[in-house]
């Protein structure tokens, strides 16, 4: 074979094979359904992914309404990430609308789900340990779409986890500390089943795990009843709900509003709770604040 022909076969190979090799090279892009995930990937990631969110910070997945952008960028994803559990109803229509074609990942695969009747709680990140389960499907599914970065993810994804892990450990101890008696809240809506059975909290709430639908006079009045026969020590305000009905309850009941709990969504950035971890931290922080009062 002449030189200037292997030079054209070399030449058509490179054009061949260009598109592929950028592709491999470029961050991967990695759509979450909601703003906690988004951390979660991004920790998991690193600099090799670019992960958005389609609910951003402080908003409410519960009754999200996907736009052409959203769609759009589902389109343009390599991977999307959702929780499952029935949290993303919308996700149906809006993967159709958008034509993305590709893997969908499910964060919660494998956790153990928490039902109130028949009807599965989709809050599970809400326990540490889930949220295991959570980053290791995660740093699974981007080892699947970039077999050569694997290492990376695994390095990241078990730090990740002992973070995890040191942060459990130190709010099973400070909820230990507190009588079996003080550990009644109310909360917003049903977010905090998880966090009540992992630590030992009972929670109660007007609204059930949907934020998607109005409290009853009757359920608020219940409510009222529980605070004043069962020494329920302080209710929450959450991110993403109007406070006038917790604020109502409390002033009903005579009890204390304990602060801000962040259920469904982180806050912006450069706020308190603008990563899962510190998220986390801060809400048993605040209850632990309240109960102790």
């Given at each position: 074979m002449?030189?200037?022909?292997?030079s054209?076969?070399?030449?058509?190979?490179?054009?061949?094979?260009?598109?592929?090799?950028?592709?491999?090279?470029?961050?991967?892009?990695?759509v979450?359904?909601?703003?906690?995930?988004?951390?979660l990937?991004?920790?998991?990631g690193?600099a090799?992914?670019?992960?958005?969110a389609?609910?951003?910070?402080?908003?409410?997945?519960h009754?999200f309404?996907?736009?052409?952008v959203?769609?759009?960028?589902?389109?343009?994803?390599?991977l999307?990430?959702?929780?499952?559990?029935?949290?993303?109803?919308?996700?149906?229509r809006?993967?159709?609308?958008?034509?993305?074609?590709g893997?969908?990942?499910?964060?919660?695969?494998?956790?153990?789900?928490?039902?109130?009747?028949?009807?599965?709680?989709p809050?599970?990140w809400?326990?540490?340990?889930?949220?295991?389960?959570y980053?290791?499907?995660i740093?699974?599914?981007?080892?699947?779409?970039?077999?050569?970065?694997?290492?990376?993810?695994?390095?990241?994804?078990?730090?990740?986890?002992?973070?995890?892990?040191?942060?459990?450990?130190?709010?099973?101890?400070?909820?230990?500390?507190?009588?079996?008696?003080?550990r009644?809240?109310i909360?917003?809506?049903?977010a905090?089943?998880?966090?009540?059975?992992?630590?030992?909290?009972?929670?109660?709430?007007?609204?059930?795990?949907?934020t998607?639908?109005e409290?009853?006079?009757a359920?608020?009045?219940?409510?009222?009843?529980?605070?004043?026969?069962?020494?329920?020590?302080a209710?929450?305000?959450?991110?993403?709900?109007?406070p006038?009905?917790?604020?109502?309850?409390?002033?009903?009941?005579a009890?204390?509003?304990?602060?801000?709990?962040?259920?469904?969504?982180?806050?912006?950035?450069?706020?308190?709770?603008?990563?899962?971890l510190?998220?986390?931290?801060?809400n048993?922080?605040?209850?632990?604040a309240a109960?102790?009062?």
């Amino acid at each position: 074979m002449n030189l200037s022909r292997r030079s054209a076969i070399t030449t058509l190979c490179a054009l061949a094979s260009g598109p592929t090799l950028a592709q491999a090279m470029r961050p991967l892009r990695v759509v979450a359904s909601f703003s906690i995930l988004a951390d979660l990937v991004g920790n998991v990631g690193g600099a090799d992914v670019e992960v958005a969110a389609l609910v951003g910070a402080d908003a409410d997945a519960h009754v999200f309404q996907p736009s052409p952008v959203d769609a759009r960028r589902l389109a343009d994803a390599d991977l999307v990430v959702v929780n499952g559990l029935g949290f993303e109803g919308w996700l149906d229509r809006l993967v159709r609308a958008s034509g993305y074609r590709g893997p969908i990942v499910v964060a919660s695969d494998g956790t153990a789900a928490r039902k109130l009747g028949r009807a599965p709680d989709p809050h599970a990140w809400q326990d540490l340990s889930n949220a295991k389960r959570y980053v290791e499907n995660i740093r699974n599914s981007l080892s699947r779409a970039r077999p050569a970065l694997a290492t990376n993810f695994t390095g990241r994804c078990i730090a990740y986890v002992q973070r995890l892990a040191a942060l459990d450990t130190e709010v099973r101890t400070r909820f230990d500390a507190l009588p079996k008696s003080r550990r009644r809240v109310i909360t917003s809506h049903d977010a905090f089943g998880y966090f009540g059975v992992a630590y030992g909290i009972e929670f109660l709430a007007p609204q059930g795990m949907s934020t998607d639908s109005e409290a009853s006079a009757a359920t608020v009045a219940r409510l009222v009843d529980q605070i004043r026969r069962h020494d329920v020590r302080a209710v929450f305000v959450e991110n993403i709900t109007d406070p006038r009905l917790i604020e109502r309850i409390a002033r009903e009941g005579a009890v204390t509003v304990g602060g801000r709990l962040y259920s469904d969504a982180l806050s912006a950035p450069g706020t308190e709770a603008d990563t899962y971890l510190k998220l986390f931290a801060h809400n048993a922080t605040t209850i632990v604040a309240a109960l102790s009062a």
